[in-house]
């Protein structure tokens, strides 16, 4: 699975556009970009992932760069439950296949 | 709530001890994930079980076993157990055809005294 760098902390104020980046220059053809979140102490939660294409569902949009070197996910309208930890994970499509999260980046949304 | 029930919450026992647990999927998720988190470490893959049977290993201890039941549920052994044993377990699962969507479940937190 290829490397990711994330910031290791950012803050958002409430209502506005979260946008949080990842970089992951060694990326290989057939890796697909994964976001999931960790509300403190609760399980991960899934997000959302993509290849090449953008992406957009009702959590979040990501972004990927057309080399695919880096990504940046969006939450659009920033609220104090977002607070979490976002791991940004590459690694092979296909199902059944462990995570490797990194240390992520803490999003804190301000009021 | 993501469907997946891990019990115990808690668990507090000493050193040297065994303890089991608990893991129920999502209904109609075939694969079981464990996973770690302790502070130094972050979140680590353990182990994962599809309809039963052993499909990945990770960072798991020979010392931690893991099955799958016919139910589908799932149980984590830890025995002999160290202080830095202690750590947040969780429990996930996923669809067949979506294995990276993997639904997390409110994990059981481990303490080794």
């Known amino acids: 699975d290829a490397k990711t760098t994330q910031p290791p902390s950012m803050d958002c104020a409430e209502g506005r556009a979260a946008n949080l980046p990842c970089n992951h220059s060694?990326?290989?053809?057939?890796?697909?970009v994964y976001w999931y979140r960790q509300i403190h102490s609760q399980g991960p939660q899934y997000i959302i992932h993509?290849?090449?294409n953008n992406e957009t569902n009702e959590m979040a949009s990501l972004i990927i760069t057309e080399d695919r070197k880096s990504s940046t996910l969006i939450l659009p309208h920033a609220t104090l439950r977002d607070t979490a930890v976002y791991y940004c994970?590459?690694?092979?499509?296909?199902?059944?296949?462990?995570?490797?999260f990194g240390k992520g980046t803490l999003l804190t949304v301000n009021p | 709530d993501s469907g997946v029930t891990q019990t115990p919450k808690h668990l507090i026992t000493a050193t040297g001890q065994r303890v089991t647990l608990r893991c129920s999927p999502r209904?109609?998720?075939?694969?079981v994930y464990w996973y770690q988190q302790s502070l130094d470490q972050g979140l680590q893959f353990l182990i994962q079980?599809?309809?039963?049977?052993?499909?990945a290993k990770g960072n798991i201890l020979e010392r931690f076993s893991a099955q799958q039941f016919p139910d589908l549920h799932s149980e984590l052994n830890l025995s002999s157990l160290e202080l830095g044993d202690s750590a947040l377990y969780f429990c996930?699962?996923?669809?067949?055809?979506?294995?990276?969507?993997?639904?997390f479940g409110p994990g059981t937190r481990l303490t080794v005294t």
């Open positions: 079980y599809y309809n039963g049977e052993e499909r």
């Open positions: 996930a699962s996923s669809p067949r055809d979506r294995g990276y969507e993997q639904y």
């Open positions: 060694t990326i290989s053809g057939n890796e697909y």
């Open positions: 994970i590459v690694r092979v499509g296909g199902s059944n296949y462990k995570l490797t």
């Open positions: 993509g290849l090449k």
């Open positions: 209904s109609g998720d075939l694969s």
